[in-house]
């Protein structure tokens, strides 16, 4: 089967290289696009990629989805995927209609079919079940999240560089000035311990004693979707719409666990909660739920860490 | 100004249960509400209705049941509700979008057309993309505020590490975020005036659009939640403290 698959970051490309070869068992070739110029031209081939075409000159999201689809035209493949984010969900669902392939969004599971079509898994409903969707057109495109495997490099292929300069397309949509976001210094989903704060915590202030603590146990702090989206005292959250972590150790403080924040923690080890009403549903979906009022119970817990040496 | 917000109604997915034995998601018993983030785009058209003038039309795909959310809709403050009746059972997320399309093109011209960022069931973020890439028209996504001026619209758009702002000429599509606005409560009296106004009705099957799905469900199946809700309480905070440090060291999450 011919495959194209398109991520701005190398590492992803050799993840998704990853999980193709071990999914689809048949003979497969894999051309992968990415912006990035490449130094590690040579690793990609031992990682199962059999071309790389680095894109140039590149200046909006038509010129992107042009060359992805002359790529993939070039190439034959019959099935294009995607790194999972916002901007290339947009570009995977443009592609999907120019070339009337059916689509899975965030795809964490994969096979093809008897008949050669793609069946895959994906989350829904709050993640409370998992959906299995046969792609019924002769093309299929996806969208894959990030860690969907480990790179393996595991293959002795020559990986061939190709430079592609794009053809300039006129963009609809002129981004006329961008906005960097001030993020945790680890990304959360690769944080192994995050403390995360919910309205229960009533100052921003507040926020420096759970900083203290994630520090502590060697993590980082982060919220539930409210203090970002409402208080705005963080600039991103755990949840459905935001980060979907998979720490050693969640604790939530003061989170009430609405089921998108429930969605968002599905893969943590360990989850406490800590939250004074009992009926907060966040109690009941931990492992370890303790009743008690935060700003007694915090404090008191960093002081035994302390005597710990920690 | 004309403008077009598609909506859809959705189980309420924090009310679905799953059957314990059979892992069956128990759908067909789950209430249905509005897509959370379609209420938002709402609003947002009744904004620009507010400031800029014109008719706000309302459109859902879906069944008999589906008409509740343009009634929502109209009580909320728009003026004109279509419901694309689903006769033909299962369909995709493309035979939505060729649906929605054909109807914003027939009853059209839309200057703006404003979708959810996703629904709240699925969350695939296919159908407003996929109206704008088959109406031609410039799409901007994951707006958490729009600004129009003349015949273009300035949108905040909220993206995982940046926020960029963009510019796009009209007729454009824009799926909106839950952080761009609080959606109003209808009053008592509208919602009683919605459930009087007339709501045009279209049979899917008679529209002359290709009605074939890209793709088909083939299984739902729930999700085993294996957390162990121990719950500590009525303890004084020394030894509740020590209860859950305790349990985090013979968890191996905190050495000793």
New interface residues.
């Given amino acids: 089967m011919k495959i194209v698959t398109f991520s701005e970051n190398l590492e992803a490309l050799m993840e998704i290289a990853a999980k193709v070869r071990e999914s689809i068992p048949m003979e497969s070739s894999i051309s992968s696009i990415t912006t990035m110029k490449p130094n590690m031209r040579e690793e990609m081939g031992r990682y199962g990629i059999n071309k790389l075409y680095v894109i140039e000159g590149l200046r909006n999201i038509e010129e992107l989805i042009d060359a992805i689809m002359g790529i993939s035209e070039r190439e034959e493949a019959k099935l294009i995927i995607l790194e999972s984010n916002k901007v290339n969900k947009e570009i995977a669902i443009k592609i999907a209609v120019n070339i009337g392939a059916g689509y899975i969004a965030d795809c964490i599971d994969f096979k093809i079919d008897v008949d050669g079509k793609l069946i895959g898994k994906r989350m829904v409903y709050a993640s409370k079940a998992v959906e299995t969707i046969k792609v019924l057109s002769e093309k299929a495109i996806m969208t894959v999240p990030r860690r969907i495997s480990e790179p393996k490099p595991e293959w002795n292929f020559t990986c061939e560089i190709i430079y592609e300069k794009v053809k300039p397309i006129e963009t609809k949509t002129l981004v006329i000035d961008v906005k960097k976001k001030e993020l945790s210094a680890v990304p959360l989903e690769s944080a192994e311990v995050i403390v995360a704060v919910g309205r229960g915590v009533k100052k921003k202030e507040d926020c420096k004693i759970m900083e203290e603590l994630a520090k502590i146990l060697g993590g980082v702090i982060s919220c539930s979707r409210p203090v970002a989206a409402d208080l705005k005292w963080f600039n991103e959250w755990i949840g459905l719409s935001g980060h979907k972590v998979s720490p050693k150790l969640y604790i939530a403080v003061g989170i009430s666990g609405a089921i998108q924040h429930l969605a968002g923690i599905q893969n943590a080890k360990v989850v406490v909660a800590i939250n004074k009403d009992s009926e907060a549903p966040i109690i009941k979906s931990a492992d370890y739920g303790v009743v008690a009022d935060l700003y007694e119970f915090i404090p008191k817990f960093i002081e035994r860490l302390k005597s710990m040496g920690k | 100004m004309e403008i077009a917000v598609c909506i859809k109604q959705s189980?309420d997915?924090?009310q679905?249960k799953?059957d314990p034995k059979s892992f069956e998601?128990l759908i067909s018993v789950t209430p249905m509400k509005i897509s959370d983030i379609d209420r938002n785009a709402i609003e947002e058209a009744l904004k620009i209705k507010e400031k800029h003038g014109g008719k706000v039309t309302a459109i859902t795909l879906g069944g008999e049941k589906a008409k509740e959310v343009l009634r929502e809709a109209i009580a909320m403050g728009v003026d004109n509700a279509i419901h694309i009746l689903n006769d033909l059972g299962e369909i995709?997320?493309?035979v939505v979008s060729e649906a929605i399309a054909n109807i914003l093109k027939t009853r059209g011209p839309f200057q703006i057309i404003l979708c959810g960022e996703m629904s709240?069931?699925?969350?695939?973020?296919?159908v407003g993309?996929?109206i704008a890439?088959?109406m031609k028209?410039?799409?901007?996504?994951?707006a958490r505020s729009i600004n129009v001026e003349g015949n273009e619209v300035?949108v905040e758009r909220d993206?995982?590490?940046?926020?960029?702002?963009?510019?796009?000429?009209m007729p454009v599509l824009i799926t909106v975020?839950?952080?761009i606005n609080i959606p109003r409560l209808p009053q008592l009296m509208a919602i009683l005036r919605a459930a009087k106004k007339p709501i045009e009705t279209i049979n899917l099957s008679q529209l002359k659009i290709d009605l074939?799905?890209?793709?088909?469900?083939?299984?739902?199946?729930?999700?085993e939640?294996k957390?162990?809700?121990?719950?500590?309480?009525?303890l004084p905070?020394?030894k509740?403290?020590?209860e859950?440090?305790n349990?985090?060291i013979k968890?191996g999450?905190?050495k000793?």
């Fill in positions: 189980i997915v924090a679905l799953i998601p995709d997320e493309y709240i069931d699925k969350y695939t973020a296919q993309v996929r890439e088959n028209i410039p799409c901007i996504t994951y300035t993206l995982e590490d940046r926020i960029e702002i963009v510019k796009a000429k975020t839950r952080e074939n799905p890209k793709t088909k469900v083939l299984e739902v199946k729930g999700v939640i957390r162990k809700g121990i719950v500590i309480k009525d905070v020394d509740a403290v020590d859950l440090l349990n985090l968890e999450v905190i000793r």
